[in-house]
T-cell receptor
Framework: AQSVSQHNHHVILSEAASLELGCNYS??????LFWYVQYPGQHLQLLLK??????LVKGIKGFEAEFIKSKFSFNLRKPSVQWSDTAEYFC??????????FGKGNQVVVIP | GAVVSQHPSWVICKSGTSVKIECRSL??????MFWYRQFPKQSLMLMAT?????????EQGVEKDKFLINHASLTLSTLTVTSAHPEDSSFYIC??????????FGPGTRLTVT
């Protein structure tokens, strides 16, 4: 089975600070990679995804992620966060018949 | 974008009763739907994969007789929690996959078993 690791479950930072959330996965085969965001009281929304091609992926709301195959990583970044970025962020990886394995999530709190 | 709905959004039931949760893809056809369970402050755990017109595939450790899944049409899958117990209380989330392998998530259903 696939496992997905996200570190630093709780992240607190000030507006305009840069954010980087790490994601590592265990599956050695071809993978599709995703970052989802869950704003308070809302459902999961797709931030960005990587299927193939350019390993630097641009998503919505200024987020980007870089796929580094040799490191089994897909880290999420945003150069300057806003208060509205307060949310929980989940990394997910497909395995076996397009099933998704999720990391435990990062709770990000942005202080105005 | 693609929209997935769930009904009900929350439900309280007594121990021993059964509860049905619906998952609908509103503006696309989904040959595959997935059911997840999310415990407080934890990640989503895949329970089962539901394919239209065939039996669901359950993940290891998920009781198929307790969590009955039916995928009768390309836009509807249902999860029935049978003989619910307090330990079944959780947040249940479905997702539906479109033709390009992206999953769209429903808003979830909060189940509380008393």
């Amino acid at each position: 089975a696939q496992s997905v690791s996200q570190h630093n479950h709780h992240v607190i930072l000030s507006e305009a600070a840069s954010l980087e959330l790490g994601c590592n996965y265990s599956y050695g085969g071809t993978v599709n990679l995703f970052w989802y965001v869950q704003y308070p009281g809302q459902h999961l929304q797709l931030l960005l995804k990587y299927f193939s091609g350019d390993p630097l992926v641009k998503g919505i709301k200024g987020f980007e992620a870089e796929f580094i195959k040799s490191k089994f990583s897909f880290n999420l970044r945003k150069p300057s966060v806003q208060w509205s970025d307060t949310a929980e962020y989940f990394c997910a990886v497909t395995y076996g018949n397009n099933r998704l394995a999720f990391g435990k999530g990062n709770q990000v709190v942005v202080i105005p | 974008g693609a929209v997935v709905s769930q009904h009900p959004s929350w439900v309280i039931c007594k121990s021993g009763t059964s509860v049905k949760i619906e998952c609908r893809s509103l503006d696309f056809q989904a040959t595959t739907m997935f059911w997840y369970r999310q415990f407080p402050k934890q990640s989503l755990m895949l329970m089962a994969t539901s394919n239209e017109g065939s039996k669901a595939t359950y993940e290891q450790g998920v009781e198929k007789d307790k969590f009955l899944i039916n995928h009768a049409s390309l836009t509807l899958s249902t999860l029935t929690v049978t003989s619910a117990h307090p330990e079944d209380s959780s947040f249940y989330i479905c997702s539906a996959r479109d033709s390009i392998s992206e999953q769209y998530f429903g808003p979830g259903t909060r189940l509380t078993v008393t």
